[in-house]
């Protein structure tokens, strides 16, 4: 069975560009979540999915950041317009239901240069 | 301030070797996760620990969760060049809840 897919894997962009970022969970996950992971340090939830509602978004920065969930399957974070500070690698997990374990999709490496 | 501290933050030993990795906090959690993480890739889920005082082992791998449920320890017996990779503790404060991530222990087993 597929993991958690996510693409692109690596993206280097100039400040002040827009970049997205795409994910397909594992067939049949009703909840999605985004983190960001700087460098040296662990995963922090940016934003919950439940099928296609955002349930917890509190740590997203809603100025520059949004993401959509539509019919409850894939799923895409967008930036605009991305900062230094955005370099990271975004993280997309999915679990069957919320609470429930976790998988972690590889990540895309996002450098704003 | 995190709220989960992993101590130390790095450690590099030689294959056979023992560690062990802290996760502290000052809050209490309804369960603990550890994670392993490999360059380029996700964590991936070793274990979760949700009674307090409890202990599994995992191969060579033994998670404790301390008795007030509120700090958690990793320890490696016999270290192994695969062993290396990033060592992520993470909490629930409740059933269903997010998890919170520690900073990460990065661990370093050389041949």
């Known amino acids: 069975e597929a993991g958690v897919v996510q693409s692109p894997r690596y993206k280097i962009i100039e400040k002040k560009q827009p970049v997205a970022f795409w994910c397909n969970p594992i067939s049949g996950h009703n909840t999605l979540y985004w983190y960001r992971q700087n460098l040296g340090q662990g995963p922090e939830l940016l934003i919950r999915y439940e099928n296609e509602e955002a349930v917890d978004d509190s740590q997203l920065p809603k100025d520059r950041f949004s993401a959509e969930r539509l019919k409850g399957v894939d799923s895409t974070l967008k930036i605009q317009p991305a900062e230094l500070g955005d370099s990271a690698v975004y993280l997309c997990a999915s679990s069957f239901n919320s609470g429930e374990t976790q998988y972690f999709g590889p990540g895309t490496r996002l450098l704003v240069l | 301030t995190q709220l989960l501290e992993q101590s130390p933050q790095f450690l590099s030993i030689q294959e056979g070797e023992n560690l062990t990795v802290y996760c502290n906090s000052s809050s209490v959690f309804s369960s603990l996760q550890w994670y392993r993480q490999e360059p380029g890739e996700g964590p991936v889920l070793l274990v979760t620990v949700v009674t307090g005082g409890e202990v599994k082992k995992l191969k060579r791998l033994t998670f404790q969760f301390g008795d007030a449920r509120k700090d958690s320890s990793l320890h490696i017996t016999a270290a192994q060049p695969g062993d290396t990779g990033l060592y992520l503790c993470?909490?629930?404060?409740?059933?269903?809840?997010?998890?919170?991530f520690g900073g990460g222990t990065r661990v370093l087993v050389k041949p």
């Open positions: 993470a909490g629930a404060r409740a059933a269903g809840n997010k998890l919170t």
